[in-house]
């Protein structure tokens, strides 16, 4: 999926991307800090429970001993290999230690950049000791490995949202700048469309032979042309339907006399129009039945081949309008009444005629089929009742 998007574009989606990038960043950092927070938390309290049990596990023995008047080595008391521990008397002098450090006794708890301290008071002067330190050096680590894992967390995640933010701006964006190209596509076709008939009248205006009848035929389907554009885009763009002026009108009566400007088309490609026509009565807009049959009709010697014939008829409160021109692939038909579609580019056009006769025929309950075979011909079949 290739977009090019335009300088205000570009902005919009840089700064849709960036707010949420930055927005989802602080998210996920304010949530690694609470999590890290957490854990730190929870982790301490592990290892302080544990530096306890093991002062309280020596305080215990130390009193056993004592009372029990027992040898006792304070050399080798049994302790985790992450701990060491120090065993100090009533003037805060170490009687045995493995803890080369100075430490404050007159603290619970210890803590240095190296090591976490717990002293216990427990021993109370049995055998001499009074204070009993437990030193634990792998907090610290632990928490640094927990910081170093919350970061790699955070930037892995981050991409993957990095990533699935990019795809979502681009697929936020792809509708817009779709839009753009079809509007900017129909803004060149619509003035390519007036300049064909603008340019005839031009032509016609400074003709010598002004007053002669081709001259002023010539000026008629221009004139034509271009107002049958202009209700076109009216209806699309403002919107104008008038269902509630709809009225019973005579549709073969109003289908005679557009096909008088048609015949007078249909001569420039040589094309043939093979008419039958039956009175039908109808509730509906004079200027929507207008519209159908002049985008149907118009549509069928446009994309005609010279030389070709149109089969319109209207019989049964059915209008069927056939050409042998140059089809539609099976694969289109789904989407010929989409607004700017074009089957083909090979023929002028913008796609918005199919587009009006859809909305018209939901608009009045007029159900509509087509048909059509590649390099044969296209069938519309419009049932009024």
């Known amino acids: 999926m290739v977009i090019v998007l335009t300088k205000y574009e570009k902005r919009t989606f840089f700064g849709f991307l960036g707010l949420y990038l930055g927005s989802s960043l602080f998210l996920l950092v304010v949530i690694g800090r609470l999590f890290y927070t957490s854990q730190a938390a929870s982790h301490a309290e592990v290892v302080l429970s544990r530096m306890e049990i093991a002062a309280s596990n020596i305080s215990s023995k130390i009193i056993h001993a ?20 120090g065993l100090y008397d009533e003037n805060k002098l170490p009687i045995y230690t493995q803890i080369p450090e100075h430490i404050d006794l007159s603290k619970k708890i210890y803590i240095t950049k190296e090591a976490t301290f717990y002293i216990s008071k427990a021993p109370t002067g049995h055998l001499g000791v009074y204070f009993v330190v437990i030193k634990e050096d792998s907090l610290d680590k632990d928490l640094d490995t927990l910081q170093n894992d919350i970061i790699a967390a955070v930037v892995a995640v981050y991409m993957i949202i990095a990533l699935i933010g990019f795809v979502l701006a681009k697929l936020f964006i792809y509708p817009i700048q779709s839009q753009r190209e079809k509007l900017n596509n129909f803004v060149k076709d619509t003035t390519h469309e007036l300049n064909t008939p603008l340019s005839a009248l031009m032509l016609c205006v400074d003709a010598k032979d002004f007053n002669s009848v081709q001259n002023k035929e010539r000026i008629k389907i221009s004139a034509k042309k271009i107002s049958n554009l202009y209700k076109d885009l009216t209806y699309l763009l403002l919107d104008e339907h008038k269902i509630e002026s709809a009225k019973e009108i005579e549709l073969s009566k109003i289908l005679r006399d557009e096909l008088v400007y048609f015949k007078q088309i249909a001569q420039k490609k040589s094309i043939t129009l093979i008419t039958e026509v039956e009175e039908t009565l109808f509730k509906i807009d004079k200027e929507d039945f207008m519209r159908v049959i002049n985008n149907l009709i118009s549509n069928a010697i446009k994309y005609n081949t010279r030389g070709g014939k149109v089969y319109i008829t209207l019989k049964n409160n059915v209008l069927c309008i056939e050409d042998t021109g140059i089809g539609i692939e099976a694969s289109k038909l789904d989407k010929i009444f989409t607004r700017y579609f074009r089957a083909t580019s090979s023929v002028g056009g913008f796609g918005i005629g199919l587009n009006i006769v859809s909305a018209i025929c939901k608009t009045y309950k007029i159900k509509i089929d087509v048909s059509s075979t590649l390099h044969v011909g296209t069938k519309f079949t419009l049932y009024f009742k």
């Open 66 to 85: 004592h009372m029990s008047q027992l040898d006792f080595d304070m050399r080798n008391i049994d302790i985790a290999e992450s701990l060491a521990y």
